[in-house]
């Protein structure tokens, strides 16, 4: 298979995302050719940087680039100004120290991405980064794009901003030491990508589930050439709305399909007892029934992507939760406008509008189809 590259279109801001097998021993190669950096600093957390900081290193060293790691725990609940700061001394108080042509290479997952791009948009007022994701969330969804941050007591990801990288170089090979459910937590974004943008794609990956989730543990064994081609196919409609809308203004909001119900439910279900992915999922099938209810779309396809999640292995009931409060934490979601809950909702596979008439009474049926 050839390799896969799409480009990010943003003007000056523009950059390539490349899938391929073994890409991380062409970081040096790569980071030299986009950025020209003598410096590079590999931020990466505590269960990456042993599995894969190594090969990073000396193919850096390979090209002439002087690089460290920094490492932090592992884990959202470090995704903090803490790490932030952290990670900023070990930049700035190493001898030497960075300076504007130094080049922060984030290697991990999600979180290494926020945090690592975030340290990169404020240090030195702004030093280029690359992105090296080794989750398939990160591959698919948090790697491009440019929305950097950290959590804040009062929120996720409430504390960023907007820093495009220079380029993602995502090797799938480092997919295979990944949790399955960290696969079924990017499993569910690619879902909401067939959702509101290709209805090929929901073909595309319900003929290969049991290939992506195949293996055990720590040694999955999914064809490496499915595997890119998901990620390229997610990546190209990732990378479309965000060249259509940078800043989420419009069209970027409907990469939230699935995550207003989606978001309520993991706040009320505990972060600590649910991934963000099962949230997803279980937000998509209340989202989808209340476009079900509004006649806007058809049960049997609703029915479709609820079966193709089943199928991943994702939940699609949740007990217990209570309507009322899943309502009151929907209004105070940092994307409501003026306590007006936004919800991206589906007339067909591919095609979504955001509405911000949604009313308590809907949202309580539609979280009857989780029963
Ligand atoms: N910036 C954006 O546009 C955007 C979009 C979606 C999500 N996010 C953010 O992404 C984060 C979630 O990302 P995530 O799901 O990648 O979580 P994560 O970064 O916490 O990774 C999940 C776990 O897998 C481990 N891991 C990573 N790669 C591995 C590998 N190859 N082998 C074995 N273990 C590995 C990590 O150490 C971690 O313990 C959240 O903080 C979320 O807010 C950002």
Redesign the pocket.
Known sequence: MTEPTVRIDLGERSYSVRIAAGLLGETGEALAGATGAKQAVVVS????AP??AQPVLDSLTEAGITSRVLTFP???SN?TLATVSAVLDGLLLHDPPIDRKSVVVAL???????LA?FVAAVALRGVRFLQL??????AV?????????V?HTAG??LIGAFHQPSGVLCDVE??????KR?LR??LA?CVKHAVIRDAELLDFIESHADDFLSGEDGALAFSADGMIELIARNVAIKAKVVAEDERESGVRAHLNAGHTIGHAVETFVGYENIG??EAVALGLVAENALAVSRGLLRADVADRVKNVLAMLGLPVRQGGLDADEIWRLMQHDKKAMAGRVRIVLPNALGDVNLHDDIETGEVRRALEALQ
């Open positions: 957390d505590t269960t990456v599995l894969y592992a884990g959202e995704k991990g997952g999600g979180v290494v991405g926020d791009g994701p080794t989750t398939l969330l990160a969804d948090s790697s491009v794009g440019g929305k950097t941050g959590d996720k990801n480092t997919l295979r030491t990944l949790p960290e937590n990017g974004e963000h992915g």
